[in-house]
């Protein structure tokens, strides 16, 4: 099962944090995604059971299997968006529809879209296609 859009929108605030060399907060986090402090600390919890984070040193850090989960759904969003906008769907408008599946579109149907899709590198916003 892939993570969800709302795990994948703390994950990313996380790693922005972790990118810039240090450990994220639950102030931070919670600060950056407009939520109460009461609410960030459950849900980072949530992500640490998950083994998708983890508490470091100086605040919480992004894990190995927090970036494989991050690309996998990036993936899953990005082909599935462009098999819509290769049926004629409007590009924006795509975007919103695939996330209504990127969630949880099995790995193997998204491998398969790709083939079909003749292996795009880049989705139709010029965004590249994270590989698996
Ligand atoms: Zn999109």
């Known amino acids: 099962m892939r993570i969800s ?3 994948f929108l703390y994950l990313l605030v996380i790693k922005g944090v972790n990118d810039k060399g240090s450990g994220a907060t639950i102030f931070g986090v919670a600060k950056a995604l407009g939520i109460s402090t009461a609410s960030a600390y459950e849900e980072i919890n949530h992500l640490i059971r998950k083994g998708l984070a983890e508490k470091r040193g100086d605040g919480i ?3 190995e299997e ?3 989960e991050m ?3 990036i993936r899953a969003h990005r ?3 462009t098999l819509l906008v290769k049926a004629g769907i409007d590009p924006d408008k795509a975007c919103e529809l695939a996330k209504m599946f990127d969630e949880t579109l099995p790995e193997e149907v998204v491998e398969k879209l790709y083939e079909y899709l003749g292996r795009p590198s880049k989705c139709p916003h ?3 296609i994270p590989s698996t």
């Open 5 to 7: 859009n709302r795990e």
């Open 61 to 63: 850090y992004i894990t």
């Open 66 to 68: 927090g970036i494989r």
């Open 71 to 73: 690309n996998s759904l």
């Open 79 to 81: 082909v599935i968006e």
């Open 126 to 128: 010029g965004r590249e």
